[in-house]
């Protein structure tokens, strides 16, 4: 069908009361198909990942993503499908994470969908991923809506975002060096933790003190802008000066010391900007928003302030493709076009694409 013909497509999905996504997530080390109704409601929501594989590799091996997501993304789909109790006729159309991400990993979702919908004449939509990150906090939160700030927490992605619309964003700030889950999970593999470190070091804090001052140049102190470089190399050499002197560490004291300074950095800035912007909504997406320890520091703050604070259930927090299925949904009512079959993958994106 020509692309004129699948815009059409897509421009009288607007007027439909039911619109059902099927969206297809792949950028990193999670192969996920979802069916998403309206932008809310998750039909299924089918998530294979592959974190007993690159364990032992102590990180992501982009390559072994790729195969893996090859050997997965058609029984996932399946899958998704079966537990929404629907079939491919009942989809109206298909959307799929094209960036930002592992480029390999990326590209099988990105090839995937575009033979689903070149098989079943059905609307292409191209999804930013990290535009999904922030939309599952509308699966969980019926009534959430814009304007609000964002605080984008993954292992890609540090920002503090003015989100005005569905579609229209303002990044306010964000890191100049490593993402913090990213630095997270450095620092776990440092002291020996398992990959994703980030849930480690989360559990490890909570049996140790906040007791050690790792010495570091803060060199963003007084913006909205991250660092998380500095604090990392410093914990990396707290624990190579202990090792050469034969010292124990204290891996509990190390993650609590950690994830300390690195929440009153996140909720610090966050917070900070807010009041500049004068917003009174909290919403926080990514991976690193199942810390526990950042969510009781963000709860307390936004209730002694009187600020509206959302997260994303659990499931929803880390990479899924409910949360492309939702942002599609709202991107398509905002006139996004249909995706040709020129489209590729991209391993950067900037946010407003
Ligand atoms: O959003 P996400 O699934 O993937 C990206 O798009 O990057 O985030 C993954 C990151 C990993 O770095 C992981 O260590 C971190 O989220 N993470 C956590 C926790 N759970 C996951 N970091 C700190 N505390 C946690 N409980
Ligand atoms: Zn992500």
Redesign the pocket.
């Known amino acids: 069908m020509l692309k004129e013909q699948m815009d059409k497509k897509l421009e009288d999905l607007k007027g439909k009361a039911s619109v059902k996504i099927l969206a297809i997530e792949s950028?990193?080390d999670?192969t996920s198909v979802a069916v998403v109704e309206n932008g809310r409601k998750v039909l299924s929501c089918v998530i294979s990942t592959q974190i007993p594989i690159h364990k032992r590799f102590g990180g992501v091996v982009p390559e072994v993503a790729s195969r893996n997501h090859i050997l997965a993304v058609d029984n996932v789909c399946k899958q998704a499908l079966e537990e929404a109790s629907l079939t491919f006729d009942d989809i109206d159309a298909i959307a799929v994470t094209y960036g930002a991400?592992l480029l390999g990993a990326l590209l099988v979702g990105v090839n995937y969908a575009k033979g689903l919908a070149y098989a079943l004449n059905k609307p292409l939509l191209a999804i930013n991923?990290i535009k999904g990150?922030i939309a599952s906090n509308y699966i969980s939160h019926e009534k959430l809506a814009p304007p609000f700030t964002c605080l984008l927490?993954?292992?890609?992605?540090t920002a503090i975002l003015n989100v005005k619309s569905y579609t229209e964003f303002e990044c306010v700030g964000s890191t100049v060096d490593d993402?913090?889950?990213?630095a997270?999970?450095k620092v776990?593999r440092i002291m020996g933790l398992e990959?994703?470190?980030?849930?480690n070091?989360?559990?490890l804090a909570k049996q140790g003190t906040a007791n050690i001052n790792f010495a570091h140049k803060n060199i963003l102190a007084g913006t909205y802008n991250f660092s998380f470089s500095g604090i990392k190399t410093a914990v990396i050499n707290y624990v190579h000066n202990k090792q050469q002197k034969g010292e124990e560490i204290n891996i509990a004291d190390i993650s609590a010391s950690f994830?300390t300074f690195v929440v009153n950095e996140l909720s610090c800035k966050t917070l900070k900007a807010m009041k500049d912007l004068g917003s009174t909504k909290l919403v926080v997406a990514?991976?690193?928003s199942?810390?526990?320890f950042?969510k009781a520091e963000l709860t307390q703050k936004c209730e002694e302030l009187g600020y509206e604070l959302f997260m994303s259930e659990l499931r929803f927090?880390?990479?899924n493709a409910a949360m492309i299925g939702s942002v599609a949904y709202y991107e398509l009512l905002n006139g996004l076009k249909c995706a040709d079959f020129s489209l590729t993958a991209k391993s950067t994106l900037p946010l407003n694409e």
């Not at 993402?179 to 990213?182: K, L, Y």
């Not at 990959?195 to 849930?199: A, E, H, K």
């Open positions: 950028s990193c999670e991400g991923h990150h927490i993954s292992g890609g992605h993402a913090v889950g990213e997270f999970d776990a990959y994703p470190g980030g849930v070091i989360d559990r994830q990514g991976g690193v199942a810390n526990s950042l927090c880390t990479d």
